[in-house]
């Protein structure tokens, strides 16, 4: 059981280069969560998606889009890299708990690391 | 912006000691997770309660929960080199967690 997957794990852009970081999930969750991790900083969302086809704008999303056309696969793509979006990137998927569809626990990728000069 | 804010930023303490980490949130919950950090690893969850729960145990972990006082305290019994991470807290609302900026735990051998 591989659980959520991140790739790739490591990535050097020049700014204004675009790329697209892929998360997968085997775990058949409704949920998916892109976010970065900055020093002394906690998670901060960035986008998220509630099922196949459907995204949502986190904290802070300006300069990410997102896609999610399989439910185990979710996108997080950097259009025009600038030097401020150094940072390390998660995703995270999680289940639904019904009925009051409260997220449970979730379950996190190891990380990817973007920098930007 | 954050919701949870640990206390104490950092904190250093001799194997088989007890750690107690605190977290305070601000506005209404669902529930309050904590995770664990190992350096350059992701999240990992350890433990979740509910709102309308007091207090929880798994293994050698214990959480408590005050709502009317918006806070949460973590503590780690018999403390192992293994516990070396940073510890994050979670809030739920709004179907969104909200983390805060966690708390860096070293324990010493």
């Known amino acids: 059981n591989a659980g959520v997957t991140q790739t790739p794990k490591f990535r050097v852009l020049k700014t204004g280069q675009s790329m697209t970081l892929l998360c997968a999930q085997d775990?058949?969750?409704?949920?998916m969560y892109w976010y970065r991790q900055d020093p002394g900083m906690g998670l901060r969302l960035i986008h998220y998606?509630?099922?196949?086809?459907?995204?949502a704008k986190g904290e802070v999303p300006d300069g990410y889009n997102v896609s999610r056309l399989k439910k185990q696969n979710f996108l997080l793509g950097l259009e025009s890299a600038a030097p401020s979006q150094t940072s390390v990137y998660f995703c995270a998927s999680s289940y639904v708990q019904p009925p009051s569809l409260n997220t449970g626990e979730l379950f996190f990728g190891e990380g990817s690391r973007l920098t930007v000069l | 912006s954050q919701q949870g804010e640990e206390d104490p930023q950092a904190l250093s303490i001799q194997e088989g000691e007890n750690a107690t980490m605190n977290c305070s949130y601000k506005?209404?919950?669902?529930?309050l997770q904590w995770y664990r950090q190992n350096s350059g690893r992701g999240l990992v969850h350890l433990i979740l309660?509910?709102?309308n729960e007091r207090e929880k145990h798994s293994g050698r972990l214990r959480v408590t929960l005050d709502t009317s006082k918006k806070s949460s305290s973590l503590l780690i019994t018999a403390s192992r080199a293994a516990d070396t991470a940073s510890y994050f807290c979670?809030?739920?609302?709004?179907?969104?967690?909200?983390w805060g900026a966690g708390t860096k735990l070293i324990i010493k051998p």
């Open positions: 775990m058949n969750h409704e949920y």
């Open positions: 979670a809030t739920h609302s709004n179907y969104q967690l909200i």
């Open positions: 309660i509910r709102s």
């Open positions: 506005t209404s919950i669902n529930n």
């Open positions: 998606s509630v099922g196949e086809g459907t995204t």
